[in-house]
């Protein structure tokens, strides 16, 4: 099944910018997405990663010492370096093609053709609108369509997609349509459970609120099919 893709359009003005009429902080507070893809420049790679941190380094030690903070303290001294190489080669490591997991698969052998779910696979990515936390739990499942998966290429696969600036909608449908892609089968089905630090820490400010989304293609469109995983989901599971 084909998802409907919104596009929103973004317009500046007098260096305000708007999105559908809305402004920028109603599209944060809505937790809008333009697209089904990451938005990325086209000179995105031409700077090394290096450049990338040398020049990060150097905004956010402005960024403080605007906010008024001494840099000459031993405890924030090293702050923009580790903030640099935190944002290139941790959290947002995931906007780098070059760090996609290589995925191999295997011939279905033994003949498993009922679903394969992977549960409570937990993960930390950043809202795009505020670069704040959102972190939980994503659930998903497949049906061979012949070839299967090490189950371990099924958390890298999310922790990919979820180590970059984020909206949990895309996250979730990005995850999905790569299962679909590299397993050759449209029966994918992904359930994200997130907190958002945008909602409980400004804002409304909402400590209880959680957000879930969910992906159904193939065989996981039929409600059986998409119950029985519901389920396995909801199963709890003790070791």
């Known amino acids: 099944m084909k998802q409907k893709e919104t596009t929103l359009n973004t317009l500046v003005n007098e260096g305000k910018v708007s999105v559908n009429g809305l402004s920028s902080e109603e ?9 089904i893809e990451t938005p990325m420049r086209k000179d995105a790679f031409v700077m090394s990663d290096e450049e990338k941190m040398k020049k990060i380094e150097s905004h956010f030690r402005e ?6 903070l001494d840099l000459k303290d031993d405890s924030l001294a090293g702050t923009p370096e580790r903030v640099a190489k935190m944002y290139v080669k941790e959290i947002f490591s995931g906007l780098d093609p070059a760090n996609k997991p290589k995925i191999a698969l ?3 052998r033994y003949q498993y053709n009922q679903m394969l779910v992977e549960k409570e696979i937990s993960f930390y990515s950043n809202c795009e609108h505020h670069f704040v936390p959102i972190f939980g739990k994503v659930h998903l499942a497949y049906i061979s369509s012949g070839k299967v ?6 958390n890298r696969i999310v922790q990919y997609y979820a180590k970059r600036p984020q909206v949990q909608e895309r996250f979730t449908v990005q995850i999905a349509k790569e299962l679909q892609e590299v397993l050759n089968t449209e029966s994918v089905a992904v359930i994200v459970d997130a907190k958002h630090l945008c909602v409980s820490s400004r804002g409304v400010q909402d400590a209880a609120a959680a957000t879930l989304t969910s992906f159904y293609g193939g065989k ?11 389920r396995y989901v909801d199963m709890k599971t003790q070791y």
């Open 106 to 108: 295997f011939n279905n």
């Open 63 to 68: 960024i403080m010492e605007t906010l008024g």
């Open 149 to 154: 998966i090490g189950l371990s290429k099924l």
């Open 220 to 230: 996981f469109l039929e409600e059986s099919t998409k119950q029985e995983f519901l």
């Open 27 to 35: 599209v944060g507070d809505n937790h809008l997405m333009t697209s």
